[in-house]
């Protein structure tokens, strides 16, 4: 059996993330949310575009009003108003302001901006009572962002910050890259969909429906497939068909030691290279990895390709600590995010409910963590913790991490704990 890290090495040195050229994409900005910039985005708008003032005031030169004070205020005239979204009609000159308000456009003349608290206003004139640092709550042209600079980067994901950054700088069409492909499929003579009536001694595909979502979570378009029973030439024909149509595949259960476990001896038979076969981990020891190297021709004439395939195992919760673990950081470099993205990210935390381990594999005990006082804390869900078991793992976002060796953890002690929440 391979150690968790050497597995999860492996796996993402097995990765070819998608090409900034070819496995790309043009949406509008309307469509762009949760997707991931595969080009520099840059603007032709300087940020902010205009002077504009900080404050509810009134615009001044500063030279008229450096000496205002509330025993002897500065007195102007007030030329004009300027509300947001007006141009101003009128300079500013000696002696003279305007009334403005945030957001508004500074007119010329002006260079300072005197909050409205510190004013008093008499009829068409102001009476300055306190004189503010020179250039006061004004916002200069372009101290935020200069046109033409780089604005976003390859590799950001777009969410609502980057959204309203790229609908301001008015950037309408963005290259992203597209989302990995990811085929499904269940494989058992005991799986039945939730529609079927259940019958003694059947089991419902639920693995199909935590995969779809958890692909779908990792940012990955997911292509669910029918269930597969155990057959040689039925699972031959399954494999043929994910390989020819994703990125990645996703099968469950057929990885471990039965006599109808048949993943590994079919992607030998249809020439793929296994590079791992087992994990130290628990839940989840039965893991198969594998790569397919689609030729040109085999690809439709699209250059060639390699197809990373996961065998995962049957049970509920192996399934989803195999792909919280192994999968989703595979995802996440397909699709073109930056290493520092990849994870998985482990917190340090506080459990406070005891934690077991056998202590010859690495355990994962799925839970709920909580940041309480800037600080985590970890809960085991109740109940059994058999890989069958995925009742209590609703509501899981930790998987906290007892390493090899260790047998336990007591309420209170410090543990690792992976999150399993995507950060696409």
């Not at 004189?131 to 590799?155: C, D, H, K, N, T």
């Not at 950037?171 to 259940?198: D, H, M």
């Amino acid at each position: 059996m391979l150690p968790v890290k050497q597995a999860e090495s492996i796996i993402l040195n097995l990765v070819q993330p998608f090409d900034g050229k070819s496995d790309t994409e043009t949406v509008e900005l309307s469509a762009a949310n949760g997707r991931i910039l595969a080009k520099q985005v840059t603007s032709q708008l300087d940020f902010p575009q205009w002077d504009n003032s900080a404050m509810d005031g009134y615009a001044v030169r500063y030279a008229d009003i450096q000496a205002g004070s509330l025993q002897q205020p500065a007195v102007l005239e007030i030329v004009e108003e300027i509300p947001a979204g007006y141009q101003p009609q009128v300079s500013i000159q000696q002696g003279q302001a305007a009334r403005i308000f945030t957001g508004a456009c500074m007119p010329i003349g002006a260079d300072t901006v005197v909050m409205q608290e510190q004013t008093r206003r008499e009829n068409d004139r102001v009476l300055i009572l306190e004189a503010p640092e020179p250039q006061a709550f004004v916002r200069r042209r372009a101290s935020f962002y200069q046109a033409g600079m780089p604005l976003l980067e390859p590799g950001v994901p777009l969410r609502a910050p980057e959204m309203a950054v790229l609908a301001a700088a008015q950037c309408t069409q963005l290259s992203v890259y597209r989302r990995p492909r990811v085929a499904i499929f269940s494989t058992g003579n005991e799986l039945i969909t939730p529609e079927q009536p259940l019958e003694l001694g059947k089991i419902v595909d639920s693995n199909q429906y935590a995969l779809r979502a958890f692909v779908a979570q990792a940012g990955g378009i997911p292509l669910p497939l029918p269930i597969v029973r155990d057959q040689p030439e039925k699972l031959e024909e399954a494999i043929t068909k994910a390989i020819s149509s994703a990125d990645m595949v996703l099968s469950t259960g057929g990885v471990s030691v039965g006599d109808y476990d048949y993943v590994e001896q079919i992607l030998a038979k249809l020439g793929a290279e296994i590079h791992i076969h087992k994990v130290a981990i628990k839940p989840g020891k039965p893991l198969t990895v594998a790569t397919f190297a689609l030729t040109a021709q085999e690809n439709g004439g699209k250059g060639k390709r390699s197809i990373l395939y996961f065998g995962l195992p049957g049970n509920p919760v192996s399934a989803l600590v195999s792909c919280w673990r192994f999968v989703q950081p595979a995802i996440l470099k397909l699709s073109g995010l930056p290493q520092e993205a990849w994870g998985p990210c482990f917190v340090r935390a506080h459990t406070l409910t005891q934690l077991h381990s056998g202590g010859n594999r690495e355990t994962y005990i799925w839970g709920q963590l909580h940041l309480k006082d800037g600080a985590y804390e970890f809960s085991a869900a109740g109940g059994s913790h058999a890989s069958s078991n995925l009742i209590n793992l609703a509501q899981t976002n930790g998987l906290a991490v007892l390493p090899i060796g260790q047998t336990s953890v007591p309420a209170g002690g410090i543990v690792q704990v992976l999150q399993v929440v995507s950060p696409v």
